[in-house]
């Protein structure tokens, strides 16, 4: 994997590579669409294989990747939140689990 710098500062990285990229600023995600979340990232060099600025379809663009989230919500975000899945079949509850999510470094 060879990583260059470009003149506006930002790494690019050569043809054919991956790698695995840092957000430059920490997101904490807001509770909202009942904690249904899009995250979308755009891959691209900017001269040689540039992207449309308004292009974010992951169907359309192999540039374009989307991943859905489910947000759950916590007291305290140093607190547990717990996460209860449920199984249907015909709309009947046959099943589920029970998920509890602890931040690092908090014992449950």
């Known amino acids: 994997m060879e990583e260059r710098v470009g003149a506006d500062g930002n790494a690019y990285m050569s043809h054919g590579s991956h790698a695995i990229v840092r957000c430059p600023q920490t997101w904490v995600p807001p509770y909202v669409n009942d904690g ?9 060099e900017p001269m040689m294989d540039a992207v449309s600025p308004d292009q974010f379809s992951s169907a359309a663009d192999r540039h374009v990747a989307q991943r859905n989230i ?28 029970t998920v509890v999510l602890v931040p690092t470094g908090v014992v449950p």
């Open 70 to 97: 489910a947000v759950a919500q916590a007291a305290s975000p140093r607190e547990a939140a717990v996460l209860r899945l449920r199984q249907r079949v015909d709309g009947q509850v046959v099943g589920g689990y």
């Open 36 to 44: 249904h979340e899009c995250l979308v990232v755009r891959a691209l």
